[in-house]
């Protein structure tokens, strides 16, 4: 058993699927082109067309232009800074390999969609009507995050993050009552906890923690896990 382990070829560090490397270029792209390419004018723009507005929701549809519709998805490719957006891809390449190796390509990209779409309706249920706009990728991580919380966490608490996506899928309950995962969200609720209350936003004072947003994806991604799983253990 030692000699195989050591025989074991070492997995490379940045060996992650290439859906993730896809999503993780897209918004790096997107970043570049804004700092790079655009005026202040056309950011601008891009970012009311493209940026999730809460204040869309409370005029009519027919006085604006259909950004309400794709806003829910296409504001998880911006990014407030470079700051902002190397945490979340930070995060995207730890949490969304594993997401993306249990689940596959098609069913990440639908968990993209539906977890971008749930961080947004829970911080619009809590920010109906305001004009200031979120964006980011980080209620999609978060959601990322929260997925791994069903399968990625063996009680014994050793994660293996080339050996995780083929563990079993844990029932919600399960989840509840493993205590590697409630170490785990605990330490992920207390630090959006932290957020809520002011800690760790911006110092100047121009973009906050959508604390809201995060909540929202990591639900989605607990509790709605099993309908993206393609991997049937029980």
């Known amino acids: 058993m030692q000699e195989a382990l050591r025989e074991r070829p070492r997995e490379p560090i940045f060996n992650l699927p290439r859906i993730v490397l896809i999503f993780m270029g897209i918004v790096w792209a997107v970043h570049l082109a804004r700092v790079g390419l655009l005026d202040r004018g056309q950011d601008l723009r891009v970012i009311v067309e493209t940026a999730f507005i809460p204040l869309r929701y409370a005029v009519p549809l027919s006085d604006q232009s259909p950004a309400w519709l794709w806003s829910p998805v296409t504001y998880s490719f911006l990014h407030g800074s470079f700051a902002h957006l190397i945490v979340n891809s930070v995060w995207m390449a730890a949490f969304g390999a594993v ?93 959006n906890a932290l957020a809520a209350l002011g800690f760790g936003g911006d110092p100047s004072g121009t973009m906050d923690i959508a604390w809201e947003a995060h909540i929202g994806g990591f639900l989605c991604g607990f509790l709605l896990f099993a309908v993206f799983d393609r991997r049937d253990w029980h």
């Open 99 to 191: 997401v993306a190796r249990r689940i596959g390509t098609a069913r990440f990209c639908a968990f993209w969609i539906a977890t971008s779409v749930a961080a947004v309706t829970l911080h619009l249920a809590l920010h109906w009507g305001e004009e200031i706009p979120v964006i980011g990728a980080s209620g999609v991580v978060s959601g990322l995050m929260g997925a791994a919380a069903r399968f990625a966490f063996p009680e014994n608490g050793r994660f293996r993050r080339d050996k995780a996506h083929f563990l079993p899928r844990l029932s919600i309950a399960e989840s509840l009552t493993n205590r590697t995962v409630l170490i785990y969200l605990g330490i992920w609720f207390g630090i």
